[in-house]
């Protein structure tokens, strides 16, 4: 049986999957297109191999999870994706409701952490499907992330909107990780060479996508509302890098999370035995 592999159905993983497509190493591979919440769903209920899912949810499952090296959705700032939606700044909006979308467990929690610490605010959270009309019905600020996110981003039309990438910056001084790639345990114990390739085919991708974001802009740009010059500046701002200092980010994320209750263990960050070849 092939590999079951995860897929971020957002634009934000388009870079790192092009190269995949060029190289043909999806032939080889079972893709299964999501949603983060969808995919981390898939795969802790071992339906998929290796995916992307949320940071969180490898901080909460950590025991039977390993990382793949050098893979993740970060930013360094300014995420562009990833907003909280508001008709009033934010910082009036103490005692009222934020909507937080249903399709993220990272950015709800990096929403209250920021609500809190950066604003001092208390409010009342209420879940809303990916629909902006429908969720200021009933809030006054709305979380949105992925293709959504940037649709309002590109036309906002009088909204206020906070970049979570950049309000974590601004807070902690950090760079800030949304998703990781995982791969559970056993699947790297018993099938090291498989895994091997598949983080090799990774890696490859990412590098030859780097250089090639203008074209992948260009190309993406005619099947979507985005015009290219838009898409370009949103891929340079998506960071899949997992450097020390981005371990450090993320680290400082489930101290928080931990802090505030949403997690009651910060783990250790445990990496898959995979080499870079490049």
């Known amino acids: ?56 949810e490898y901080c909460l499952n950590a025991g039977r999870l390993m990382l793949l090296p050098d893979l993740t959705v970060s930013s360094d700032g300014e995420v562009k994706s990833i907003l909280l939606i508001c008709r009033e700044p934010l910082k009036k909006l103490n005692g009222k409701k934020i909507a937080l979308t249903t399709n993220s467990a990272t950015s709800r ?25 429908e969720a200021l019905k009933e809030a006054e600020a709305v979380l949105l992330i992925g293709d959504e996110a940037l649709k309002i981003l590109y036309n906002p039309e009088g909204l206020l909107l906070y970049d979570l990438g950049r309000e974590w910056k601004e807070l902690t001084g950090k760079k800030m990780v949304y998703a990781v790639w995982a791969v559970h345990r056993e699947f790297a114990k018993t099938k090291p060479e498989v895994l091997q390739k598949i983080y090799s085919n990774f890696i490859s991708s990412m590098l030859y996508s780097s250089k090639k974001l203008n074209k992948i802009a260009k190309e993406c740009a005619k099947w979507e509302i985005f015009d290219a010059e838009f898409l370009f500046d949103y891929f340079k701002s998506l960071h899949f890098e997992f450097g020390a200092a981005y371990q450090e980010g ?27 070849d490049d």
Do not use: W
């Open 1 to 56: 049986m092939r590999p079951r592999i995860g897929h971020i159905q957002y634009l934000n993983c388009l870079p790192l999957y092009y190269g995949l497509i060029n190289n043909k190493a999806l032939f080889h591979v079972d893709l299964v297109k999501g949603t983060p919440t969808e995919l981390n769903r898939l795969f802790l209920d071992n339906k998929l191999d290796v995916s992307p899912i949320s940071a969180i």
């Open 109 to 133: 929690i990096l929403t209250k952490i920021i609500v809190k610490e950066k604003y001092n605010l208390d409010v009342k959270y209420i879940d809303a499907k990916p629909s902006l009309t």
């Open 250 to 276: 993320m680290k400082l994320f489930f101290e928080k999370a931990g802090k505030h209750g949403f997690i009651k263990k910060v783990p250790e960050l445990v990496f898959a035995e995979v080499k870079r």
